[in-house]
C-alpha cells in the first residue's frame, strides 16, 4: 500500500528548493543505469557541476520528479559530446544526463532522462 507525505527537496549545487506532495512506495523503478556506463573516454563533460555525479554508476532511484518541477528546473546550456556520449543539460539541480552511452563491456544502452533527475538525499518536511 502507499502512502503519502511531503518532502523538502533542494539542489546540490544552486539555493533551489522544493516542497512536494509525494507518493511513497517501496521501489520506483529497477537500479539504473542496468551496467555500469564508461565515461573515462567523455571530455565534454569534465569539470561541469552534475545533479547526480555517480549517474553513470547503477544504483536505487530514490525520487521520481513529476512533469512540473522538470519544466521548472531546466534552464539554458546544453553540452553535446562526440557520437555515442550523452548531452548535458543545464538544471537547477546541476547538469542533468541525457541520451546514449556505452556501458563498460562495449554494449550500447540508452540513459534513461528519469535517471538524471534522481535526487539521492532530502529532507521530510
Keep these: 500500500m502507499s502512502e503519502m507525505t511531503s518532502l523538502f527537496v ?10 512536494l506532495n509525494a507518493i511513497v512506495t517501496p521501489r ?3 537500479d539504473l543505469p542496468i551496467k555500469k556506463c564508461s565515461v573515462s573516454t567523455w571530455t565534454h563533460f569534465k569539470d561541469v557541476s552534475l545533479a547526480d555525479p555517480n549517474f553513470h554508476i547503477p544504483g536505487r ?3 521520481l520528479l ?5 519544466m521548472d528546473s531546466i534552464q539554458n546550456g546544453k553540452i553535446s559530446g562526440p557520437a ?3 548531452t548535458f543539460q543545464n538544471s537547477k539541480f546541476g547538469r542533468t544526463v541525457h541520451g546514449t552511452s556505452e556501458m563498460q563491456s562495449n554494449q550500447q544502452i540508452q540513459v534513461p532522462s528519469t535517471a538524471s533527475f534522481v535526487i539521492t538525499s532530502c529532507a521530510i518536511a
Excluded at 11 to 18: A, E, Q
Excluded at 66 to 70: K, L
Design 84 to 86: 555515442n556520449t550523452p
Design 28 to 30: 520506483v523503478t529497477v
Design 66 to 70: 513529476g512533469a512540473e518541477v522538470f
Design 10 to 19: 533542494s539542489s546540490r549545487t544552486s539555493d533551489t528548493s522544493y516542497t
Design 61 to 63: 532511484i530514490d525520487l
